[in-house]
Structure formats: C-alpha cells, structure tokens
C-alpha cells in the first residue's frame, strides 16, 4: 500500500529498519541514562537503553507506570494491555531502576550523577482563562490523570461560566470536564539541558502548536533518543 509499518507498542517493526535494532548494536561505552518521565517514550527510552547494555535510572513523579494510558485505559479496555505491557516489559531488565514518587529538578538528577539525560515529562495542558474554571465542579483533563494515579485532586469553590464561539454565557450544569489536549512542555529540560548539554526531549512535550501527537510519536521518540547514545 506503499506506507510503511507502524507500531505503538512494538517500535522494532519500523524504527528497527532505519536505526537498527537495540540487540545488534549493543553500546560501545555503557552509561549510566537518567529517564524522566514513566509513559509510553520514557519506558520506550528505558527499554531500548537498557536492550543496549546501559544502565538506567527511570523517575516518576507518580505511583504508576504508563503516564496518560493509565487514564485512557478507563475509558477504553483496549489500553489495559498496553499498561500491562509496560508494566511486565520493565521487570525484564536488571539494569532498570524505577523510583516512582519522585519529583525531578536539577538537584535530583545532580545526586544520580547520570552520563546521560532523556526528558520525557509529558505535554502541558492547553490553558483556557474563564471566570470559574477553579470551581468545584470544573474537572480538568489533568486532575482525572492525577486521580488514576492515585493523587488527591482538592477544588476550589466557584460559579462557573464558559465561553463558546466567543461569546461568554453561564451553562448550568452539575459538572464541567475540559478536555483541551496539550502544548509543548519544555520548563524542566531548559533547566536540565544547562547541565547535561546532550540531554533529549522526548514525547509529547514535544508537541508543535497545531498538531497532536499519539503513544506511536513518543515511541518512537524514546526509540531514536536510546539508540543515538
């Protein structure tokens, strides 16, 4: 059909024709690789670093691996799966270390003392300013993943209005979900490239204005970030 393989799961299939795969080209100079983030590009990174011969440190700022899928699977039993996949694939590989519960600066990694750095913290969330958007019936994309997570999400009070083809009225409702997708995120890997000049970002951080990126984007970005070290 003239469109090559692709893959969310399994990178192997076609990122493996262009770069290689891990197997075969196991690392020249073993490193010690700091991955930030636990969803699909992060544990990609981790997985293809650690097929190599690395040593690698993953940090996660929550309790669960998988990062959003473990949101999604909620709502769609085809994710159980993948989170599942996840889950299973790190316990594989001796030389993955997981430290979840932890929050990443500079100073955590500094401590590590990596060779090496792949940011991948997730996108931002799209902001949207309107009056009420704190209520405590306005339900943001990003507390229901802090709640799969097992974060407790606390509201603030408010009335709340909304703003629709631009023109702003009061919608009565019982409860409002904002769903806006996400933008680039790149806060925490401008402070960490000051201090590991090669490191990566990865993942939908990476996320150009306009465009949306899927599991199969930050897959394949933790594939190509693991394979060019």
């Known amino acids: 059909i003239g469109k090559p393989c692709q893959c969310s799961v399994n990178a192997n299939v076609w990122e493996g024709v262009e770069v290689g795969l891990p197997q075969d080209k ?6 010690h690789i700091a991955v930030v983030g636990a969803g699909p590009g ?3 990174a981790a997985r293809v670093a650690a097929e190599r011969g690395h040593k690698v440190t993953v940090l996660e700022k929550s309790d669960k691996l998988a990062g959003l899928l473990t949101m999604a699977q909620v709502l769609n039993a085809n994710i159980e799966p993948l989170v599942s996949y ?3 694939e790190m316990k594989l590989h001796p030389n993955i270390e997981i ?5 990443v600066d500079v100073d955590t990694l500094r401590a590590l003392n990596p060779d090496q750095v792949i940011v991948s913290p997730g996108g931002g969330i799209i902001p949207i300013d309107v009056p009420g958007i704190d209520g405590k019936n306005v339900v943001k994309s990003e507390d ?12 603030k009070g408010a009335k709340v209005k909304n703003v629709e083809t631009g023109e702003e009225q009061l919608i009565e409702c019982d409860t409002v979900l904002t769903s806006l997708g996400v933008e680039q995120n790149t806060d925490l890997y401008d402070e960490i490239v000051k201090v590991w000049p090669h490191a990566k970002l990865i993942g939908d951080a990476t996320t150009p204005d306009g465009k949306v990126y899927r599991t199969l984007e930050a897959v394949k970005g933790g594939y190509q970030a693991s394979m060019a070290i």
Do not use: F, R
């Open 42 to 44: 992060g544990l990609e």
């Open 86 to 88: 996840w889950n299973e």
């Open 99 to 103: 430290k979840l519960n932890t929050k």
């Open 26 to 31: 196991p690392a020249t100079e073993k490193q």
């Open 144 to 155: 229901i993943k802090a709640m799969c997570n097992g974060i407790e999400v606390t509201k």
